[in-house]
């Protein structure tokens, strides 16, 4: 694994990628193993299924809450919240880090390596949500894909996917608020990604890059390392599930817990003055609000799903969680390291303005009513 490779996933949520010594320890694909992940399957959806009346029954019966009081709202809300969220992102999780197990970065470089903008810009930010990612791999990445012949546009607009458009924020979207809702967020982080790389690479700032970045050397290539078989893509997604949950599970616990209280005490209504769609401001307020916030989606969407349910747009919350997850400051100052100041003013008025328009549309054809259930 070179150089670049292994910086990119210290200390993220990226799980390790799939070598030669992954298959060394293959997982025996055997009758009993099949069944045994029927089953897990099967208790997995009974569990799902049946989550609703489990959390009302354990609310008011086992613990004694009284009906209609504020506390026992937000109870019920956390207590049925966490567990759906939590199966969703171990299934989902697991799933796509078998299908990362084809698309590590170096082949993801050599896929974009050469490619011309418009059609690298997409295929950039498709490949931004299946790639391993982490704010901490944005300096080799884009190391990695520039000495490598990736036009910039096209670096770009898989950085603004890859962290923006993710499994996680696409699990908590759909288990919060809806396939609906899970849907556009997918389509506009895409389009943001795509139109901002893009607009990027029209403005022709590569001098703008720092000079070091261009004379880098890549390390050994993994190229020629052993292609994992089934059975170790299965150990992947297992790899996958566990640290990539592993990491994030207390955020979900964290912001669920926020939006249960947002969820049981705030008024029906409460947020319509302040980020509703009447409030003209409310949207270039939530990007200002979003960018020096330091979280991931696991703890920013169980709180705009609880700020929604109380009256706030769709549109100014959309704004407000893309803000938060695709220009947060502390990726900024990382990514300060290869790109001087007029790039990065650059690619966030670039990343800003994207946002702000479709926080504006969706105010303004009130797709709320369409897409919230």
Not at 202 to 224: C, F, I, K, P
């Amino acid at each position: 694994m070179n150089e670049i490779t292994t910086y990119a996933c210290e200390g993220g949520e990226c799980p390790a990628e799939p070598t030669a010594d992954t298959v060394a320890m293959p997982i025996r694909l055997t009758w009993r193993g099949l069944a045994l992940g029927v089953l897990v399957i099967v208790v997995w959806w009974l569990l799902y299924r049946n989550l609703a009346p489990l959390t009302h029954w354990f609310t008011y019966t086992v613990l004694h809450f009284p009906a209609g009081a504020h506390l026992s709202t937000a109870v019920e809300f956390f207590l049925y919240e966490v567990p759906k969220v939590l199966l969703l992102l171990t299934l989902v999780v697991f799933g796509v880090g078998i299908v990362r197990s084809f698309f590590t970065p170096e082949r993801t470089r050599r896929i974009l390596a050469g490619k011309r903008e418009s059609a690298g810009n997409m295929l950039a930010a498709l490949l931004g949500i299946v790639t391993p990612f982490c704010s901490c791999s944005a300096v080799p990445l884009f190391i990695g894909f520039v000495t490598t012949g990736v036009p910039l546009g096209v670096t770009f607009s898989f950085l603004i996917s890859a962290p923006m458009v993710n499994e996680i924020a696409l699990v908590l979207l759909y288990g919060l608020f809806g396939w609906k809702v899970a849907a556009l967020y997918l389509g506009t982080g895409l389009f943001i990604a795509i139109i901002a790389g893009w607009t990027i690479g029209r403005l022709g700032m590569e001098r703008h890059v720092e000079e070091w970045v261009y004379a880098a050397q890549l390390g050994d290539s993994a190229e020629n390392a052993q292609e994992p078989d089934w059975p170790g893509r299965i150990r992947y997604g297992l790899d996958a599930m566990r640290e990539i949950v592993g990491k994030v599970w207390l955020y979900v616990i964290l912001g669920i817990a926020v939006g249960a209280g947002i969820h049981g005490y705030v008024p029906e209504g409460a947020m319509a003055a302040i980020m509703g769609k009447g409030a003209w401001w409310s949207v270039p307020l939530a990007v200002l609000l979003g960018i020096p916030m330091y979280s991931n989606a696991a703890g920013i969407i169980p709180v705009v799903q609880a700020l929604l349910g109380k009256g706030a747009a769709l549109g100014t919350v959309l704004a407000f969680m893309m803000s938060v997850i695709a220009l947060s400051l502390p990726e900024m100052v990382i990514l300060r390291k290869v790109l001087k100041p007029r790039l990065i003013a650059a690619f966030i008025g670039v990343v800003g303005l994207g946002i702000l328009l479709i926080g504006y549309l969706f105010n303004l054809l009130n797709i709320h009513q369409f897409v919230v259930r």
